[in-house]
Structures are given as structure tokens and as C-alpha cells.
């Protein structure tokens, strides 16, 4: 039997699977990429006409600014990926968030971080690729140093300020404002439609921005 002869619905299905596991190695590289320094084998898992800052287009420009972002502040890093949700728009575009923790030699100091990336993905000629990398971060702090209280994100040389952990999903807010009585029962929502789990917690809200410091 050749794809020629299989039921469209079971086409679709299979190139869905393939997308899944297509977007979810794109990270694994990202990470592996990104720790070992190989620049061009990194800068080759984002679009060829990627945004870099406001005003620049392409990899080149991305490769300077990862090649120079890590070599004024990291003698090494380790990126650790967690759990990876996908979700498609359409059969070429898709959305994901991929938890992170990570590990980053910067001078004296050897800091551990907490952080999520909210990403954009497209497939171009019939291979996916990044669209956009949204870091959120919730932590970073020096090894030693639990990053207990506000401004958690902690790095050498600069003053602490608050991550964006938890700014993409309403819910963290509603959560600690809202308190249900002891004896009340609480109504639950319904549950999301196919494909729509993350943009359902999302509620609308826009994507935060990203600091730069």
C-alpha cells in the first residue's frame, strides 16, 4: 500500500505525529546546540528570515548575538528540558511550551535556573523550525543561594528582578486572589477543546515581554 492509497484522515494523522516529533527534537538540538556552542548548527533550527530584536532579519544576525551573549557572560551552561506540550493551528504552524532547567558557569559563581520557553513553530519546505522563543524565566540563582522570597531572578553583578514564570496564564493571579469557602463547592470549567489546552489557561492574555537587562 502506498501514502497515495491511505485514507486522507489517516494522512493527516501521521504527518501530525511526524510534526510532533519533528518540533519536539528541534528543542533536544536547541539545548544541545546551544551547550556544546556549535553557532551555525543553532542558528539552523530558527527560520531563515527569523526576527533579531525590533529591527534585524536573519541568521547572521542572530549568530552574532548568540555568539556574543555567550561569550561576555558564560564559561559553560547544561540545558535540562521537561515536559513538552504541542499544540497545531494548522497542518504548518504550531505553538509549544517546553519547561527548562539549567546550569550556567558565569565567573566565580555557578548559577541554577528555573525557566519555561512559550515557542512559535513553523514548518518552511517541509521542515519545521523555530518561529520564535519566548524565555520565561522564574529563577536564577547561585548554587548555593535559595532563591526564597521576591526578584528571584539573581544574577552576579546585577540587582534582582522578577521572572515572567508565570505571567503567560491568568490563573497564577486568580489562584491567590480567590480564596473558596471551607464548606463551598467550587464550579469547574469545562474542560478544553482538542488543540486548545494551552490558549484555553491562557485566557486571552498577551505574551509578556522580555527583559532585557
Given at each position: 500500500m502506498t501514502s497515495s492509497s491511505l485514507p486522507t484522515d489517516l494522512l493527516a494523522r501521521i504527518d501530525r505525529l511526524e510534526s510532533i516529533d519533528a518540533i519536539r527534537q528541534l528543542a533536544g538540538k536547541y539545548s544541545l546546540s546551544l551547550d556544546m556552542r556549535d553557532i551555525d548548527a543553532h542558528v539552523n533550527l530558527f527560520a531563515p528570515d527569523i526576527r533579531v530584536g525590533r529591527e534585524k532579519v536573519g541568521r547572521a544576525h542572530l549568530k552574532a548575538w548568540v555568539d556574543s551573549t555567550l561569550r561576555d557572560q558564560f564559561s559553560g551552561t547544561s540545558h535540562h528540558l521537561g515536559q513538552h506540550i504541542i499544540e497545531f493551528s494548522d497542518p504548518d504552524h504550531a505553538t509549544g511550551l517546553v519547561y527548562s532547567k539549567n546550569e550556567h558557569e558565569t565567573g566565580p559563581e555557578w548559577v541554577i535556573m528555573q525557566m519555561l520557553y512559550w515557542d512559535d513553530y513553523e514548518r518552511v519546505d517541509g521542515e519545521?523550525?523555530?518561529?520564535?522563543?519566548?524565555?520565561?524565566?522564574?529563577?536564577?540563582?547561585?548554587?548555593?543561594?535559595?532563591?526564597?522570597?521576591?526578584?528571584?531572578?539573581?544574577?552576579?553583578?546585577?540587582?534582582?528582578?522578577?521572572?515572567?514564570?508565570?505571567?503567560?496564564?491568568?490563573?497564577?493571579?486568580?489562584?491567590?486572589?480567590?480564596?473558596?469557602?471551607?464548606d463551598e463547592l467550587p464550579e469547574v470549567a469545562a474542560p478544553a477543546p482538542m488543540e486548545q489546552f494551552l490558549a484555553t489557561m491562557r485566557r486571552g492574555a498577551p505574551d509578556p515581554r522580555i527583559r532585557v537587562r
Open positions: 519545521w523550525f523555530f518561529r520564535r522563543r519566548l524565555p520565561c524565566y522564574w529563577y536564577a540563582t547561585d548554587l548555593n543561594k535559595p532563591p526564597i522570597g521576591e526578584r528571584k531572578m539573581r544574577w552576579p553583578g546585577r540587582e534582582p528582578y522578577q521572572g515572567s514564570f508565570h505571567d503567560l496564564f491568568p490563573s497564577w493571579k486568580a489562584f491567590w486572589a480567590e480564596r473558596p469557602g471551607k
